[in-house]
């Protein structure tokens, strides 16, 4: 079989036309924007999810059973590392799907079924810390930032130190030693992967305070990780949620 060289196009392969606008003026193809994916968020399609969901839509208590035991750890796990209480992360699991089963008709489908449960999750526990009367963000520290943490250019980009070169329960451990304001901003954007744009909206601040509350996280977790002997995390294991 004969390989084309470099450079060459075989015969049989066509090429996509060349956009034109209406002058006639050859146009370049706009690239995509890169997704932020989140540090540990990973939603690969799950066997049976599909039925599950169709079935508990018309009313099968088993096929939402199943939606639960599919989703709980994750779920738990979000509640946990938002939170940073046990107690307070067991009930605000089960709000979750108290809040699933009452809104389950609504999902249409058009984002995978776990990043629509994580929003809708991660909505019930900013509402909780909310009611509490708890400050999500400290708007302190974008008003008069220090020299030497200042927002920079680049501060919201991913952050390749913390995600290759430390394991992930260290990492864990260090996170749910963040003060909340700090914790809360990381989590929604270096684990679950949303845009700050998008956790501006949610914490009712600027994008730039968004961005600032992220750059002093990783610079906090930065100190955190070269701590010697980290305290253990909270359980994160999902048979406390029943």
Request: glycine fraction near 6%.
């Amino acid at each position: 079989m004969r390989y084309a060289g470099i450079g060459e196009r075989p015969a049989n392969l066509s090429l996509p036309e060349p956009l034109m606008n209406f002058e006639g003026q050859l146009m370049t193809r706009a690239t995509p924007p890169k997704q932020n994916p989140g540090l540990f968020k990973r939603n690969p399609p799950i066997a049976g999810e599909a039925e599950a969901i169709a079935a508990a839509k018309n009313g099968d208590a088993e096929a939402f059973s199943k939606l639960y035991t599919l989703h709980k750890r994750r779920v738990y796990t979000l509640c946990l590392r938002m939170l940073g209480n046990v107690s307070e992360a067991e009930d605000m699991t089960q709000e979750a799907f108290l809040h699933l089963f009452r809104k389950l008709s609504s999902f249409r489908g058009e984002s995978a079924f776990s990043t629509w449960l994580h929003r809708l999750t991660v909505n019930l526990v900013l509402m909780h810390l909310r009611k509490k009367g708890l400050t999500l963000v400290s708007l302190e520290e974008t008003i008069n930032p220090s020299d030497e943490d200042s927002p920079r250019r680049d501060f919201g980009s991913r952050d390749s130190v913390l995600a290759g070169s430390v394991d992930r329960v260290s990492l864990e451990r260090a996170v749910a030693l963040l003060p909340p304001g700090y914790r809360m901003v990381f989590v929604l954007h270096d684990v679950e992967g949303f845009e700050h744009n998008e956790i501006a909206t949610m914490l009712d601040c600027s994008t730039g305070n968004s961005k600032s509350q992220l750059h002093k996280a990783r610079l906090r977790l930065r100190e955190l990780l070269r701590q010697p002997g980290l305290p253990p995390q909270p359980d994160q294991s999902a048979e406390a949620v029943q």
